[in-house]
């Protein structure tokens, strides 16, 4: 998959740096990965949700990731990428 934009994860992981490591771990799935529809990404992230058409990973205990996937183009959008805190204000779901 080809993940745009990486500079969202290098910004964020700068800020907060214990999501270094899951945000890269969860780049280098992505990178490495074709999935084809959303069934085959939860055999690697079983623990994502869709809402609002949009895919939310679990970013380390604290973070969320929030993605737009094109399946047929196999490119990830990074959307937001947000504290549980923020996340639960749900003002990502507003844009």
């Known amino acids: 998959m080809e993940v745009i934009s ?12 214990d999501a270094t490591s899951p945000l ?9 990965s074709k ?6 990404l939860q055999k690697s992230f079983p623990q994502v949700d869709i809402v609002d058409g949009l895919f939310v990973f679990n970013a380390g205990r604290a973070y969320r990731l929030i993605a737009a996937i ?12 947000l504290t549980h805190a923020e996340y639960d204000r749900g003002k990502w779901k507003k844009r």
Not at 24 to 32: A, E
Not at 71 to 79: A, D, E, G, L
Request: hydrophobic share 35%.
């Open 24 to 32: 890269l771990s969860w780049y280098q799935i992505m990178k490495g």
């Open 35 to 40: 999935f084809n529809n959303p069934n085959e």
């Open 70 to 81: 094109h399946f047929n183009t196999k490119r990830v959008f990074v959307r937001h990428i």
């Open 6 to 17: 990486r500079q969202a994860l290098t910004d964020f992981y700068t800020k907060h740096s």
